[in-house]
């Protein structure tokens, strides 16, 4: 299996009769950035979820590097190298910039087998690419801006260095110039070699970042392919893919 991340015929859903997934298949490879792009509701949010471990499909089957993750708890998988960055961000409010970004990482030192000098390391470099992070280093996670929240989650996905990262409507709720500086960071996660699934409102970022794109609709996968091939006519042919009329 080529794939870092691939789901099998994977249906899944928040109540015993009704399914968000429905007979999903899909994948990631190594190295690539893929994109998953669909209307509210279509099921984007609970492919994260059944992948990190938040939700249990009832049919199918997950695997990451090979192995079935199906049934791991999201502990075990952020153990095993894979990274969700939420949509609705998992920040510990009443902490420090600099002890959000430590945590993490020192919880699973010992098991992980990483030094505390390198941890030091890590956090020291992350400070240097993301210098707004740097200079409020002891001020509480709450009183950050929504911009500055969003780059101390991408920040402390760079201090876990995962091989595998969900990325979940980063861009929502933030400028422009914000949202630029989020999907800049997202390339840069992506160059240091660590696969990403993302998912975002703006289709024309996600079409520009990602190689592969896949367009859910209703839980099931209606379109996919190069992201060549969805530049081409974009507002056309993406709006025709979500069954948007115009």
Known sequence: MSAILQLENVTAGYSADIDILRGLNLKVERGSVTGLIGLNGAGKSTVMKSVFGFLRPRIGHVFYNGREITASSPHDLAAKGLWLIPQDGGLFDHMSVETNLRLPIETRRAAAGISRAEIDRRVGDVMQQFPILREKRRQ???RLSGGQRKLLEFAIAHVQR?????????SIGLAPKVAEEVFAHISTLAKTGTSILL???NIRKVIE???????LTLGTV???GESS???TDLHGQVKEWLGINY
Do not use: K
């Open 222 to 224: 209606s379109a996919e």
């Open 209 to 215: 970042v990602a190689s592969y794109v896949y367009v």
């Open 140 to 142: 509480l996670a709450t």
């Open 229 to 231: 091939a969805f530049r």
């Open 199 to 201: 998912v975002d409102h």
């Open 162 to 170: 995962p091989t595998l990262c969900l990325i979940d409507e980063p």
